[in-house]
C-alpha cells in the first residue's frame, strides 16, 4: 500500500507542486495506509492528547481557554480535558493546540524541519472530525494527509526561514492542518489547492520572543494560530472561497517569500510511495528539542554513574550554532522561556525526574541552587550551522576533578529509538495526573485502537 498516484502535469489549474499535494491529501483513503504508518499516526493522536491534558493547566492555556470560551461559539468540537466546552472547529484546533504544545512536549520530525505535527496537525484534525462528525478511520487518513503535506514542507524549506526571524511552526503550519481538515471536510483537489492558498496567507510567527527574552507566550500561541488557520482555510475554502493555486512554489510564494533557500523537488520528492509519518519524533521531555540530547546526556551519566546534581562544579554542552545563539540562556526569566534553555533543562533533568513535567516547572526558576547551577552550564558552538541538526556533546566537571563526557545523537522516541507500547501508557498516565485512573486507562485504550470507533466525540 502505497497510497494514491499523482503526477504535477494531472492539474487541471495550474499542474505544480501545490496542487500534486492537493490530490495527494485529498484523495489519501485509510486503506492506503501500510500498518506502521496507522500505528505512528495513532501514537502521535494518542500522545497528543495526553499533553494536552496535563498542558491545560498552563497559564498560557488557561488564558487562551478563557478567550474562547468568553466568544461563545457554537459548534460541536471538544476541547481536550474540559467536558463542559464545545465549540467551532477552528476555536477547537485553537486551543487544543495552544495545550499541545504548553509542555515544549509535542512531537516534531527528525531530522528536524520546522514543524509540530501532533500539535497543530492532530489538533486541526480532531476539531474537523467532531464537527464532521466521522469515525477514526477517517481521522487517521486526514492525520497521515496532514503529516505528508506538511512534513514535506519542512523539508522543502531547507530550516532557512528562522534564521530570518520567523518561527518556522507558524509558517508550515497552516498548509499541514489544512491538509487535514480538509480531507475530512470532502475537499476535492481543486478545493483542496484553494485550502492551501488561503492557508499560505496566514503563515505567521516571529522568533523576537528568544532574542529579547521575553514575551513566549507567544510560541504557544504561533501553534494554536496554526491549527485553528488550517481549519478556517479549509472551511473557506468548502465554501467557495478562492486563493492563489501555486502558493508554495510560485516565484512570490510561501518558499521563495519565507526561505533564505529552499527545495521546491522536496515537495513531492516520494509522494505516493512513501510515508514521511515515520519520520515523526515524539519528545520524551518538556523542553525544546535542542535541549533533548544534552537532558539525555545527563540522564544516562546519573543512571550509570551515579551523578548527582551537588557533584558537578560546571557543564558545557557542545552544539550548534542555533544552541550557542537562541538557547543558551542562563537566567531565563520568563516562564515559557525556561524550557527553551538549555542551561535550565539541564539543571532541571540533573536536579529531577527528566520524564515528569514537574522537573521543568517553571516555579522552579524560583529555586536557588538550580538558578546557581544554570549559570554554571554553558552553550558552545563547534560550528555546525544546521537548525535540523540536534547532536551535542555533554562534558560534566565535578568538583573531585573527574570529567564525564556523552555524545548524543538519538534519544528515546526519535524513529531510530522507538518508545515502546508501555512507555507510551506510562507517559499517558504521567500527563493525566489527576484524573481518574480508570477513566485514563479506558481512554488510552480507545486512543489505541481508534480506527474502531465510528465516532470520535469521546475524546475531550
Same mark, same amino acid.
Given at each position: 500500500m502505497t497510497g494514491p498516484t499523482f503526477s504535477t502535469a494531472e492539474d487541471g489549474r495550474s499542474g505544480g507542486e501545490s496542487a500534486a499535494l492537493a490530490r495527494y491529501a485529498a484523495g489519501l483513503g485509510f486503506d492506503d495506509l501500510p500498518e506502521a504508518v496507522v500505528d505512528r499516526a495513532k501514537e502521535c493522536l494518542t500522545d497528543t492528547v495526553g499533553i494536552a491534558l496535563r498542558g491545560r493547566d498552563m497559564p498560557w492555556s488557561r488564558i487562551a481557554l478563557d478567550f474562547v470560551r468568553s466568544e461563545a461559539s457554537k459548534g460541536g468540537s471538544r476541547v481536550i480535558?474540559?467536558?463542559?466546552?464545545?465549540?467551532?472547529?477552528?476555536? !477547537?484546533?485553537?486551543?487544543? @493546540?495552544?495545550? /499541545?504544545?504548553? %509542555?515544549?512536549?509535542? +512531537?516534531?520530525?527528525?531530522? #528536524? =524541519?520546522? *514543524?509540530?505535527?501532533?500539535?497543530?496537525?492532530?489538533?486541526?484534525?480532531?476539531?474537523a472530525a467532531q464537527d464532521k462528525g466521522v469515525g477514526g478511520r477517517e481521522l487517521l487518513a486526514a492525520i497521515v494527509a496532514g503529516f505528508e503535506v506538511l512534513l514535506r514542507i519542512g523539508v522543502a524549506t531547507r530550516h532557512s526561514a528562522e534564521p530570518r526571524g520567523f518561527h518556522a511552526p507558524g509558517l508550515t503550519g497552516p498548509f499541514g492542518a489544512a491538509a487535514a481538515?480538509?480531507?475530512?471536510?470532502?475537499?476535492?483537489?481543486?478545493?483542496?489547492?484553494? !485550502?492551501?492558498?488561503?492557508? @499560505?496567507?496566514? /503563515?505567521?510567527? %516571529?522568533?523576537?520572543? +528568544?532574542?529579547?527574552?521575553? #514575551? =513566549?507566550? *507567544?510560541?504557544?500561541?504561533?501553534?494554536?494560530?496554526?491549527?485553528?488557520?488550517?481549519?478556517?482555510?479549509?472551511?473557506?475554502?468548502?465554501?467557495?472561497?478562492?486563493?492563489?493555486?501555486?502558493?508554495?512554489?510560485?516565484?512570490?510564494?510561501?518558499?521563495?517569500?519565507?526561505?533564505?533557500?529552499?527545495?521546491?523537488?522536496?515537495?513531492?520528492?516520494?509522494?505516493?510511495?512513501?510515508?514521511?509519518?515515520?519520520?515523526?519524533?515524539?519528545?520524551?521531555?518538556?523542553?525544546?528539542?535542542?535541549?533533548?540530547?544534552?537532558?539525555?546526556?545527563?540522564?544516562?551519566?546519573?543512571?550509570?554513574?551515579?551523578?548527582?546534581?551537588?557533584?558537578?562544579?560546571?557543564?558545557?554542552?557542545?552544539?550548534?550554532?542555533?544552541?550557542?545563539?537562541?538557547?543558551?540562556?542562563?537566567?531565563?526569566?520568563?516562564?515559557?522561556?525556561?524550557?527553551y534553555s538549555i542551561p535550565f533543562c539541564v539543571a532541571a533533568a540533573l536536579t529531577g525526574e527528566p520524564d515528569d513535567p514537574a522537573s521543568f516547572d517553571a516555579g522552579r526558576l524560583e529555586e536557588p541552587a538550580l538558578r546557581d547551577l544554570c549559570?554554571?552550564?554553558?552553550?558552545?558552538?563547534?560550528?555546525?550551522?544546521?537548525?535540523?541538526?540536534?547532536?551535542?556533546?555533554?562534558?560534566?566537571?565535578?568538583?573531585?576533578?573527574?570529567i564525564h563526557e556523552r555524545t548524543v545523537e538519538e534519544f528515546p522516541g526519535t524513529p531510530a529509538m522507538p518508545l515502546s507500547g508501555a512507555a507510551l501508557k506510562r507517559r499517558f498516565e504521567i500527563m493525566s495526573i489527576g484524573r481518574d485512573p480508570q477513566t485514563t486507562r479506558d481512554l488510552f485504550a480507545r486512543l489505541s485502537t481508534i480506527e474502531r470507533e465510528t465516532s470520535v466525540d469521546w475524546i475531550h
Open positions: 480535558g474540559r467536558d463542559d466546552v464545545t465549540t467551532a472547529p477552528q476555536e !477547537a484546533a485553537f486551543v487544543n @493546540g495552544i495545550f /499541545a504544545h504548553a %509542555l515544549e512536549l509535542d +512531537s516534531l520530525r527528525k531530522p #528536524g =524541519a520546522g *514543524v509540530h505535527p501532533g500539535a497543530i496537525v492532530a489538533a486541526a484534525a480532531l476539531a481538515a480538509g480531507r475530512i471536510y470532502g475537499l476535492s483537489p481543486e478545493r483542496m489547492t484553494m !485550502a492551501f492558498g488561503i492557508a @499560505g496567507s496566514t /503563515a505567521g510567527g %516571529l522568533m523576537q520572543f +528568544s532574542a529579547e527574552g521575553r #514575551g =513566549a507566550m *507567544v510560541k504557544r500561541f504561533h501553534i494554536g494560530r496554526a491549527a485553528e488557520s488550517g481549519v478556517l482555510a479549509a472551511r473557506l475554502a468548502a465554501m467557495g472561497y478562492e486563493g492563489p493555486s501555486e502558493i508554495l512554489e510560485g516565484r512570490k510564494g510561501f518558499l521563495a517569500t519565507y526561505c533564505q533557500s529552499h527545495d521546491v523537488a522536496a515537495l513531492t520528492d516520494g509522494l505516493g510511495t512513501r510515508f514521511e509519518t515515520l519520520n515523526l519524533c515524539l519528545k520524551r521531555y518538556p523542553c525544546h528539542i535542542t535541549a533533548h540530547t544534552p537532558v539525555y546526556a545527563v540522564e544516562c551519566l546519573r543512571r550509570e554513574t551515579g551523578l548527582a546534581a551537588g557533584q558537578v562544579a560546571s557543564v558545557k554542552v557542545v552544539g550548534t550554532d542555533r544552541m550557542a545563539g537562541s538557547n543558551a540562556d542562563q537566567a531565563p526569566g520568563d516562564p515559557a522561556l525556561a524550557n549559570r554554571r552550564i554553558e552553550v558552545v558552538s563547534d560550528g555546525r550551522s544546521s537548525h535540523s541538526d540536534w547532536t551535542t556533546t555533554t562534558i560534566v566537571s565535578c568538583r573531585d576533578g573527574s
